[in-house]
């Protein structure tokens, strides 16, 4: 590992978990934090508990703006627990300078998102801090939520699963970049940020046993997918075809050199299920998204890897990013 922390660090790649584990995970070291969840599993098994801060920029973007960013990114790490959310804390640090206006702008859109799932900020804390200490505002959420269908785990993925995708990839990552770069497309691309809950909420009420749920944010799905790898020590196989990903999309990564496998998510997850109940989960996957797929399934070929299958019958590896991706991304 580096001496130094660098943009690398944070991209939720291979950098990123090394820092994670070389650090926070030693220093903190217990079984709940081994687990490696999107949320913690407290309380015996009852109550799911997370946490993020956000540092995007731009802070308004097409789709969304930090703050329904903040609210859908505490409360779909809950959801990939199988947890409503309950209650978050807020707290922020502002730049000396930051308009009035945009801040109440961006709180209206917490509270539209508190609305969707249900839940409510019961505390917080504000902080103001000179000109140039921060790029204008930063947001800390922290959520409890209701666990309401127990044992869905990103360490019991087994050969009995299929993986599923909820929606076509890369939308928040290339939308971020497009807003910052100033990049002007033709299209109607925005990011995928929004609350994962109400979808959530539909499998479990429709009776769907899920095994793992994990929403592929910073590293894309290429680090959602092998860290399910490592933690169950199973191979994946997925079907490139099977992974939708948009014209305006695709045509960024081809343009600027990007994978769009590894670009940020903020609405997207992976599932894994049980084969038998596969296609019962995707039918109530599309009545959201259309472009909700099974896009591969569970062996033992090569443990604590991801292959990927191409249209041409050739297989190759897909890796844990690596570098730089995109920086302040969420």
């Known amino acids: 590992m580096t001496k130094t922390i660098t943009l690398a660090h944070g991209n939720g790649g291979q950098e990123n ?31 799911a508990f997370s946490t993020d801060s956000f540092t995007v920029t731009p802070l308004f973007f097409a789709g969304a703006d930090i703050g329904k960013l903040a609210v859908c990114g505490t409360c779909n790490d809950l959801a990939m627990m199988g947890a409503k959310p309950k209650y978050l804390t807020c707290s922020v640090i502002i730049e000396e300078g930051f308009s009035v206006e945009k801040l109440e702008r961006i709180v209206s859109s917490m509270q539209k998102e508190l609305l969707i ?23 800390n959420t922290t959520g409890i939520g209701e666990i309401l269908q127990r044992g869905i785990s990103s360490n019991s993925i087994s050969e009995d699963d299929v993986i599923l995708l909820s929606r076509d990839i890369g939308c928040h990552g290339a939308t971020i970049f497009a807003s910052r770069e100033g990049i002007e497309l033709s299209s109607a691309l925005k990011s995928d940020c929004t609350s994962l809950f109400p979808v959530v909420k539909s499998l479990i009420d429709e009776g769907v046993k899920i095994t793992a749920m994990r929403d592929a944010t910073r590293g894309g799905v290429s680090a959602a997918l092998n860290e399910w790898a490592r933690q169950s020590n199973i191979c994946i196989e997925i079907d490139e075809k099977k992974i939708v990903t948009s014209d305006e999309v695709m045509g960024l990564c081809e343009l600027l050199g990007f ?3 590894s670009l940020a998510n ?28 099974i896009i591969g399934k569970v062996t033992d070929k090569h443990l604590k890897k991801v292959i990927i299958n191409s249209a041409w019958g050739t297989q190759r590896f897909l890796d844990v990013p690596t570098g730089e991706l995109l920086p302040r991304i969420c």
């Open 259 to 261: 994978e769009a496998m």
């Open 117 to 139: 799932n249900g839940a409510q900020v019961v505390s917080g804390d504000t902080k103001v801090v000179p000109r140039g200490s921060v790029d204008g505002i930063f947001i």
């Open 266 to 293: 903020e609405g997207t997850f992976l599932l894994a299920v049980n084969k038998e109940e596969s296609k019962r989960a995707e039918q109530i996957l599309k009545t959201f998204n259309k472009n909700a797929s």
């Open 17 to 47: 978990n090394e820092l994670i584990s070389k650090v926070f995970y030693k220093a903190f070291k217990n079984d709940i934090l081994d687990k490696s969840e999107d949320a913690a599993v407290i309380e015996g098994g009852t109550l």
